[in-house]
């Protein structure tokens, strides 16, 4: 059974010119581009995109951070999606994530860990309706 997920190179991956790394480890793994857009995210799209953190106390720098820059926004696809791109993420602080990993081969600072990857069936859809409503 194939799902979706939506994954996000952050303005930090765009700007360390991690893009097509991102891609191909995505596509060597055998997981399929069905949407791809390079956008600068409005506050408002950040707010909601982040709306399981507003409470937190890195809410606004996180908001801050993802909407300072151009992101590519891509909608991945195939056998266990969500679950196969967080694998190849590696966790949230990029110092604890493998060596391997995104975060554990290109970051050093959670605030700035490279990429985003949807963490549950219900967040991919949420999520993707947000960024490509087209795709329902
Ligand atoms: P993930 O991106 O692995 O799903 P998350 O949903 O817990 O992690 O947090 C979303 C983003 O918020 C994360 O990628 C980086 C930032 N973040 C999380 N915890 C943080 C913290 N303690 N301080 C600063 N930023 C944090
Ligand atoms: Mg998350």
């Given at each position: ?7 996000l ?14 891609i191909?480890?995505?596509?060597r ?14 506050r ?15 809410f606004?720098?996180l908001?801050?951070?993802i ?6 926004a891509?909608v ?6 969500i679950?196969?791109?967080?694998s190849?993420?590696?966790a949230?602080d ?19 860990n ?13 999520e ?7 795709l329902?």
């Amino acid at each position: 059974m194939s799902e979706r997920t939506l994954v996000l190179v952050k303005p930090d991956g765009v700007r360390r010119g991690v893009i097509g790394e991102v891609i191909s480890r995505i596509e060597r793994k055998g997981l399929k581009l069905v949407a791809l857009e390079l956008r600068t995210l409005t506050r408002e799209t950040a707010e909601s995109h982040y709306e399981e953190h507003a409470s937190k106390p890195f809410f606004g720098e996180l908001v801050d951070f993802i909407t300072g820059g151009p992101l590519v926004a891509m909608v991945v696809e195939g056998p266990r999606a969500i679950e196969a791109f967080r694998s190849l993420a590696g966790a949230t602080d990029p110092v604890s994530a493998s060596p391997g990993t995104i975060r554990g081969d290109f970051a050093l600072e959670i605030g700035e860990n490279i990429v985003h990857g949807s963490d549950s069936t219900y967040s991919a859809d949420r999520e993707i309706k947000l960024f490509f409503p087209e795709l329902g």
